[in-house]
């Protein structure tokens, strides 16, 4: 079920004076009607101080900064770890001309524009781009409809109009002499208010966070899986002998066949076969079993892509924080750091309170502390997480000061934790 995959962070642009800006990886998902994960934006942006240093050839520091993102998208990793999803390249107008941007796998990538005037020289390369088979995505063209004719997809930010004043801008945005009408991708949608508002106006992809809210109309009791998977857990927590853990799993056929599997899979490399559940249980051990068990319950119930889109978040997360926190923490206090990240999503998962799906859990107190408050030892981690979800630059180089960990760091930490989290086999 688990299978690691590494990557070599792209390389720091040698740009002359702004070598010493904190400059962090941000993202958001991009979900489609039924909340499936169809992309990621990624941004990498902070500002600019005046005056400084452009590159040699004429670049801005801006341009500079969007070329790390276009490096990013091209290493050779990244591509094989998103598979099919998309990646959207929020960059300057200018940096279209980037020599990088020949090279960006197209079928995989969207260029994301926000520009405040469309010069002739500007079409024309959206033009060529678009014709190459570029995927072209417009942030709130207005009247700009000349440029808009060659974006793939048009983004309209939720949170800039009322209800009326939205409809108004998704009958413009389709009104455009391209022979395809584009994509409507709503922006800042972070509630599910704002995502049951944006549905009834038919945009076709929603960006943001709001699929991790516990839903409401969902609530109730935790269903039969749920239950035995936490039976389990706290069994291996209290690292019980493995005789009692397989008889719990041999009154499960479910759960025993789901180990089997997982034990069988080509992630674990076994060269034969495993047939006993005591064996699968001695062969992996208390840890590793633990981590699994975690991951059944999002997928141990009834499987529907807004779990599955859960699990890929909390993936991020625990990945995230566990190698934020692997230098800096006691060993004995490291694996706190996923279960942190893996949980942090468990009230959305189970559609309840955090304190009522932690209750049957028994985790150590810092681990509650950092899931219900965001407090203790883990909590600057998490916090920081979840800074790097929703473009909180601010927030996020007040907490990796706090840490003591700077951008670089965070940023080959945040990309790996995305690859990684992908190769993990749902």
Known sequence: MMNSASTNAAPEPPVDGIASLQRFLTRQPILDGNHAIVGYELKRRAPIPAGSAALPG????????????????????????????????????????????????????????HPERSPPLL??????????????????????QELASYARYVRLDSTQYDAMALATRVVRSLDTNSRKKPLLIATQVDTP???????????????????????????GRLDSS???????????????????????FKLDPALSYRLLRYINSPAIGLRRTIESIGHALILLGHDQIYR?????????????????????????????????????????????????????????LLNIPMTQALAGLHLPQAVTDALTGRGGIY????????????????????????????????????????????SVEL
């Not at 990646?87 to 197209?106: V, Y």
């Not at 749920?226 to 719990?248: K, T, Y």
Request: proline share 3%; aromatic share 8%; hydrophobic share 50%.
């Open 123 to 144: 079409i024309s390369r959206a033009e060529q781009l678009a014709h190459d088979g570029l995927q072209l995505a417009l942030d709130d063209p207005a009247d700009d």
């Open 58 to 113: 004429g670049a801005t520091p801006q341009q500079a900064e969007d070329e790390w993102l276009l490096a990013s998208a091209i290493d050779l990793a990244f591509q094989r770890a998103l598979g099919d999803k998309l990646t959207f390249l929020a960059i300057a107008a200018d940096t279209l001309h980037s020599p990088l941007i020949e090279q960006l796998p197209k079928q995989k990538v969207v260029v994301a524009l």
């Open 226 to 248: 749920s239950l035995r998977v936490m039976e389990v857990l706290n069994l291996v927590r209290n690292r019980a002998e493995f005789s009692e853990i397989e008889r719990i």
């Open 379 to 422: 909590g600057p981690y998490l916090n920081l997480a979840l800074a790097c979800e929703h473009f909180d630059q601010a927030a996020i180089g007040a907490i990796a000061a706090d840490i003591g960990l700077d951008a670089d760091a965070v940023n080959l930490a945040h990309v790996e934790a995305l690859i990684w989290s992908e």
């Open 292 to 348: 699994w068990l975690t991951l059944l319950l999002f997928t141990g119930g009834e499987v529907d892509p807004r779990s599955q889109s859960l699990l890929r978040n909390a993936l991020v997360r625990a990945r995230f924080t566990e190698m934020l926190g692997r230098e800096k923490l006691k060993p004995n206090e490291r694996d706190g750091l996923f279960i942190v990240g893996i949980f942090s999503l468990l009230d959305a």
């Open 193 to 219: 208010e704002v995502y049951a508002a944006c549905r009834k106006l038919s945009f076709n992809l929603y960006q943001g966070y709001y699929y991790t809210f516990p839903l409401t109309a969902a609530a």
